[in-house]
């Protein structure tokens, strides 16, 4: 009878601990999948472009505007080299715009850049630097953000300037350009000159918009557009 007993308790020591084994099991493969999304999920990476080499992805949108590198007119002492936009036009929106990057929907994201006017020419319209977001087959865009505006008042100085936006829903590519800086389309067919540098700018990811960012209203709403000046 002793020996039959000690039989049955080795049986249910045997299931008890299989059955261990199994939940064990079951708690390594649960942890295992939690994991790997951890470990095989990458941050984001920055787009940049710093203009160190003499190949630029950077277009001009006029046959009258011109982009070099050039390595004497830095913004930084870790820099080697700037863009140079440089000549006038009478059409279009932009100055200059880069190739299109891939870029994650509904994410936040700082736009920043160094910037160098060192004229406009007679129109006095300080351009712009803004993002455009557009969707995977580019036939729709779907907004843009800006930086804080270059201060026209110290012209040919070297300004850092940002701005944070979260990127619009279905959005999948983005390009980067140097804005004419008109508010209306109308003045769009305006002669303007430009003589500028950019350094370093990057599109950077960030977890969430800081005070001054997520208050910015892009675009301004019509009603208030009229206020502007009103006090």
């Known amino acids: ?26 708690y390594v493969f649960v942890l295992i999948l939690c994991i790997i999304p951890i470990c095989t999920t990458r941050a984001a990476e920055p787009i940049v472009w710093d203009f160190e080499t003499e190949k630029t992805t950077w277009k001009s949108q006029s046959k009258t505007i011109t982009l070099s590198n050039v390595e004497d007119v830095t913004a930084t002492v870790g820099s080697s080299a700037s863009l140079r936009i440089n000549g006038f036009t009478e059409s279009g929106t932009n100055y200059a715009v880069t190739n299109h990057q891939r870029i ?8 920043s850049a160094w910037v160098r006017i060192e004229r406009t020419g007679p129109s006095m319209v300080i351009p ?11 036939k729709h865009k779907l907004g843009q953000a800006t ?5 026209g008042y110290r012209t040919g100085t070297w300004q850092r300037l940002s701005g944070e936006f979260r990127v619009p829903e ?3 590519l983005v390009s980067v350009a140097l804005d004419r800086g008109f508010k ?18 990057t599109i950077e990811p960030i977890e969430r918009l800081n005070i001054s960012g997520k208050y910015r209203l892009l675009p301004f709403p019509s009603p208030l557009k009229k206020m502007r000046g009103v006090h």
């Open 128 to 138: 712009i630097l803004k993002c455009e977001f557009f969707a995977d087959d580019l």
């Open 170 to 172: 279905g959005t999948g």
């Open 1 to 26: 009878m002793m020996n039959t007993a000690m039989k049955e308790d080795e049986k249910d020591m045997v299931k008890f601990l299989k059955s261990r084994f199994v939940v064990m099991t079951g």
């Open 104 to 111: 994650a929907a509904r994410q936040y994201y700082r736009l």
């Open 147 to 151: 930086t804080e505006s270059y201060d």
């Open 184 to 201: 209306a389309p109308s003045d769009q067919k305006a002669h303007t000159e430009i003589d500028a540098y950019i350094d370093d700018v």
